[in-house]
């Protein structure tokens, strides 16, 4: 998936930067306070790409504990 469809698609949950980091952008869902890390690719793996959207969607599907 291109970084360019993943930030607008995580931006349409609602999501904002919170920080630039070296490699990596922090996004944060301000109605869950889940925050994550997006890579500065022009390519994110799907896998990746599917995990990001999920926790900052709704947390309660993407823990922690399951299981990629």
């Known amino acids: 998936m291109k970084r360019v469809d993943l930030v607008r698609t995580i931006e349409e949950f609602g999501c904002e930067l919170i920080r630039?980091?070296?490699?990596?952008d922090w996004y944060r869902n301000p109605a869950t306070g889940v925050s994550q890390p997006v890579p500065r690719h022009r390519e994110v793996k799907e896998h990746?790409?599917?995990r990001i959207i999920r926790e900052l969607s709704n947390p309660d599907e993407g823990s922690a504990d399951s299981a990629d």
């Open 20 to 24: 630039h980091g070296a490699r990596h």
């Open 48 to 50: 990746l790409a599917r």
